[in-house]
Nanobody
Framework: QVNLAESGGGSVQPGGSLRLSCTVS????????MNWYRQAPGNQRELVAY???????DYADSVKGRFSISRDNAKKMAYLQMNNLKPVDTAIYYC???????????????WGQGTQVTVSS
């Protein structure tokens, strides 16, 4: 069984920073693309950033220059460094990843439970 767990959310003032972590646990053969999504009240879930196994990254236009995604393949973790946070960044942030737990290498998609990020003065 595969489990994704986010941590690092909280409340900050505008201009502040937070670092989210995502830990993948279970019997794992490989991890493919890892993503961070977010969902604000009344809005659809949106892709914030992704990182490929070899480190290729991309970001939503709204967070470019402020957020940075990274991963540690040995620790089976992904991170989202969020700087210069704005009230519009307030949302539940979810980790999402393609994970293989079987010897055939088939990738399956998994979600974490989410962590709340609130940006307010």
């Amino acid at each position: 069984q595969v489990n994704l767990a986010e941590s690092g959310g909280g409340s900050v003032q505008p201009g502040g920073s937070l670092r989210l972590s995502c830990t993948v646990s279970g019997t794992i053969f490989s991890i493919g693309i890892m993503n961070w999504y977010r969902q604000a009240p009344g809005n659809q879930r949106e892709l914030v950033a992704y990182i490929s196994p070899d480190g290729g990254v991309d970001y939503a236009d709204s967070v470019k220059g402020r957020f940075s995604i990274s991963r540690d393949n040995a620790k089976k973790m992904a991170y989202l460094q969020m700087n210069n946070l704005k009230p519009v960044d307030t949302a539940i942030y979810y980790c999402n990843a393609d994970v293989s737990w079987s010897i055939d290498g088939r990738l399956r998609n998994y979600w974490g439970q989410g962590t709340q990020v609130t940006v307010s003065s």
